[in-house]
């Protein structure tokens, strides 16, 4: 009996870092030079992910950039 109680208890360590993963929270970073956004940084913790250019379609999505006019237009009603 003390062999499945050692399992037990080795599998339920061996589980812990996995849900610690899992509950790192992704953040976004933006990394300014002479008050321009230059990159954004994408985080998993502290362990940095990607790096998305500002410029990009993604990048102007993610700092709320847009070129249609009536977007804008709307937006600012």
């Known amino acids: 009996m ?19 993963v899992a509950q790192e929270e992704v953040t976004y970073h933006a990394v300014e030079k002479n008050g321009k956004i230059t990159a954004i940084w994408e985080m998993r913790g502290r362990k940095h992910v990607r790096t998305i250019d500002p410029r990009s379609a993604e990048g102007r999505h993610m700092l709320g950039h847009t070129d249609n006019p009536e977007v804008v237009q709307s937006a600012q009603v």
Not at 12 to 18: D, K, L, R, Y
């Open 2 to 20: 003390s062999e499945n109680e050692n399992n037990t208890e080795n599998s339920a360590v061996a589980e812990t870092p996995v849900a610690e």
